[in-house]
């Protein structure tokens, strides 16, 4: 009972920071104040640790139940990312079409559906939970230690170096491939080993990561005469961004296992968590409304809008797919629910 116990606790603080991390997310678009997006700037490596996390748990599953782990492993992820993703850009495109009259270039449709930044823009996130994803075996069958660190750090050290003299950025191919596997890949290995990690080694990490954060904004300061958020570095993603991203994961989960909250058990709390792909995709979709209603544009107002008509337009989706199930013999995948 005890272990069962502590698994209740353990999904319940993980709902609760996939929860906090998907409200940062759509904090960064509803046009919140400075302050406000300097603090949120931690939601994307959040996330894609608390995806690494639970993905290494996933993926120890598959090992010792299916024949072909990987393949399994990889099929399920890219069903569950690419299919909703796609079904969601086919009925926006075709949305926008019928009631706004728009049209796009033949290139801006495959850049979205290539989930990169230079199409619809917002689906760029799914890239890089793909990414993620792909790269999540790989670094579960490394075990943790200071020579993996070593190797790991060379390799993020000589990506820092092509970041700085820009090279490939001009080449979108590259710059969509290289310049995102590589940072998310340090931070995908990080969450893939926190369950693996000493409490000690947690620590190190997060107090390593702020380290970094202070020194590099305390550099920025000195050399630009002002102090300098961190988004500075996040396209593509620097080292300033990252350890602030880093840092802020590491506290938030280690405070978060300590100090287990009734309010991390709430249910509005874990539909959220248990829903956040279709929330996020359908926020996109509340968003061009909103800029199309001409509706006010003060932040708080449009965060609630937007957030509770994306979690609404969610639960219908749910219950139409209930109807489906029911009504007729055809079953709605769970990945077209979650």
């Given at each position: 009972m005890?272990?069962?116990?502590?698994?209740?606790?353990?999904?319940?603080y993980i709902?609760?920071l996939k929860?906090i991390?998907?409200?940062?997310?759509?904090l960064?678009?509803?046009?919140?104040?400075k302050?406000i997006?300097m603090l949120?700037?931690?939601?994307?490596?959040?996330m894609v640790i608390?995806?690494?996390?639970?993905g290494e748990?996933t993926?120890?599953?598959?090992?010792?139940?299916?024949?072909h782990?990987?393949?399994?492993?990889y099929?399920?992820?890219?069903q569950?990312?690419?299919i909703?993703?796609?079904?969601f850009?086919?009925?926006?495109f075709?949305l926008s079409?019928l009631?706004?009259?728009?049209r796009?270039g033949?290139?801006y449709?495959i850049?979205?559906f290539c989930?990169?930044r230079y199409?619809?823009?917002?689906v760029?996130?799914?890239?890089?939970y793909?990414?993620?994803?792909l790269l999540?075996p790989?670094?579960?069958?490394i075990t943790?230690?200071m020579k993996s660190a070593v190797?790991?750090g060379a390799?993020?050290?000589?990506?820092?170096?092509?970041?700085?003299?820009?090279v490939?950025?001009?080449?979108?191919?590259?710059e969509?491939?290289?310049?995102?596997?590589?940072?998310?890949?340090?931070?995908?290995?990080?969450?893939?080993s926190?369950?693996?990690?000493?409490?000690?080694t947690r620590?190190?990490?997060a107090?390593t990561a702020?380290?970094i954060?202070?020194?590099?904004?305390l550099?920025y300061?000195?050399r630009?005469?002002?102090?300098?958020?961190?988004?500075i570095?996040?396209?593509?993603p620097r080292?300033y961004y990252?350890s602030y991203?880093?840092?802020?994961?590491f506290?938030?989960?280690?405070l978060s296992?300590k100090?287990?909250?009734k309010?991390?058990?709430?249910s509005a709390v874990?539909?959220?968590?248990s829903?956040s792909?279709?929330i996020?995709?359908?926020?996109?979709?509340v968003?061009?409304?909103y800029a199309?209603l001409?509706?006010p544009?003060?932040?708080y107002l449009?965060?609630?809008?937007?957030?509770g008509?994306?979690?609404?337009l969610?639960?219908a989706m749910?219950?139409a797919?209930?109807v489906i199930?029911r009504?007729?013999?055809?079953t709605?995948p769970?990945?077209?629910?979650g």
């Amino acid at each position: 009972m005890q272990v069962r116990k502590f698994d209740r606790q353990r999904i319940s603080y993980i709902d609760f920071l996939k929860f906090i991390g998907l409200t940062g997310i759509i904090l960064a678009h509803v046009g919140s104040p400075k302050w406000i997006m300097m603090l949120r700037s931690f939601d994307v490596p959040l996330m894609v640790i608390l995806s690494s996390f639970l993905g290494e748990k996933t993926f120890r599953k598959y090992e010792r139940s299916s024949a072909h782990p990987f393949r399994d492993y990889y099929l399920s992820r890219i069903q569950r990312l690419i299919i909703p993703t796609w079904c969601f850009l086919l009925f926006y495109f075709a949305l926008s079409y019928l009631l706004l009259g728009d049209r796009y270039g033949i290139l801006y449709y495959i850049a979205s559906f290539c989930l990169t930044r230079y199409g619809i823009g917002y689906v760029w996130i799914i890239l890089i939970y793909l990414y993620s994803a792909l790269l999540l075996p790989v670094f579960y069958k490394i075990t943790p230690s200071m020579k993996s660190a070593v190797a790991i750090g060379a390799v993020y050290f000589v990506y820092e170096i092509m970041c700085r003299f820009e090279v490939g950025m001009s080449c979108r191919l590259f710059e969509t491939t290289f310049y995102y596997l590589i940072p998310y890949g340090v931070v995908t290995a990080l969450g893939c080993s926190y369950g693996r990690m000493k409490e000690i080694t947690r620590s190190f990490v997060a107090v390593t990561a702020f380290g970094i954060f202070a020194v590099l904004g305390l550099y920025y300061w000195v050399r630009l005469d002002a102090a300098q958020p961190v988004q500075i570095a996040k396209y593509p993603p620097r080292l300033y961004y990252l350890s602030y991203g880093i840092g802020c994961s590491f506290l938030l989960l280690m405070l978060s296992e300590k100090h287990h909250l009734k309010l991390f058990e709430c249910s509005a709390v874990k539909y959220v968590s248990s829903h956040s792909m279709w929330i996020y995709l359908w926020h996109i979709l509340v968003l061009r409304a909103y800029a199309a209603l001409a509706l006010p544009e003060v932040w708080y107002l449009k965060l609630i809008t937007v957030y509770g008509v994306s979690t609404l337009l969610t639960i219908a989706m749910n219950r139409a797919c209930d109807v489906i199930d029911r009504k007729t013999r055809i079953t709605v995948p769970s990945y077209m629910r979650g």
